[in-house]
T-cell receptor, first 109, second 116 residues
Framework: GQNIDQPTEMTATEGAIVQINCTYQ??????LFWYQQHAGEAPTFLSY????GLEEKGRFSSFLSRSKGYSYLLLKELQMKDSASYLC??????????FGSGTQLTVLP | GAVVSQHPSRVICKSGTSVKIECRSL??????MFWYRQFPKQSLMLMAT?????????EQGVEKDKFLINHASLTLSTLTVTSAHPEDSSFYIC????????????FGPGTRLLVL
């Protein structure tokens, strides 16, 4: 089975840095994705990690440790538009994504 | 780019009617498409995996006779909700994987279904 945990809500201040953690226990693993989803919209792709380590892409970075079943998404220089739900998703052996429940991030001025 | 469209974006129908939702990959070919359902304040739940030219694979608990999926071409998959009921009201989202490409799923904008 698949079990993916991430915090339900987080709050941070504009210009700050926030780290959203995700832990997973899955029967098959072919990589981990992070998606951003604004209310009422479809998810948009942020990052994909299949090997251990840090992937940096502009203000967003994502880290993976397969031995620990752990990933985080790091958002730097937060902007108001970053307020959204951030979804951690694990790619299983059948090319299927299993999503966590999402972390609702609120960026305050 | 990797653009996926869905049509319609929003639909309201009466209980007992059928609703068809189209998912198209606009600038790439997709051998595999996925259909998800998302209820308010919940995460995406995979309903089925749609492979071009073959029968869809449904997740446990999803009725294949109620949610008909057709993936007739490399750029189009359709989901038909048959005899819709109010409990089928939800946000339906499709995604597509580029044929021969990495495993990144690109999502359509979603279809909001309201069954009265």
């Amino acid at each position: 089975g698949q079990n993916i945990d991430q915090p339900t809500e987080m709050t941070a201040t504009e210009g700050a840095i926030v780290q959203i953690n995700c832990t997973y226990q899955t029967s098959g693993f072919n990589g981990l994705f992070w998606y951003q989803q604004h209310a009422g919209e479809a998810p948009t792709f942020l990052s994909y990690n299949v090997l251990d380590g840090l992937e940096e892409k502009g203000r967003f970075s994502s880290f993976l440790s397969r031995s620990k079943g752990y990933s985080y998404l790091l958002l730097k220089e937060l902007q108001m538009k970053d307020s959204a739900s951030y979804l951690c998703a694990v790619l299983g052996s059948a090319r299927q994504l299993t999503f966590g429940s999402g972390t609702q991030l609120t960026v305050l001025p | 780019g990797a653009v996926v469209s869905q049509h319609p974006s929003r639909v309201i129908c009466k209980s007992g009617t059928s609703v068809k939702i189209e998912c198209r990959s606009l600038d790439f070919q997709a051998t595999t498409m996925f259909w998800y359902r998302q209820f308010p304040k919940q995460s995406l739940m995979l309903m089925a995996t749609s492979n071009e030219g073959s029968k869809a694979t449904y997740e446990q608990g999803v009725e294949k006779d109620k949610f008909l999926i057709n993936h007739a071409s490399l750029t189009l998959s359709t989901l038909t909700v048959t005899s819709a009921h109010p409990e089928d009201s939800s946000f339906y989202i499709c995604s597509a994987i580029r044929a021969g490409g990495p495993e990144t799923q690109y999502f359509g904008p979603g279809t909001r279904l309201l069954v009265l």
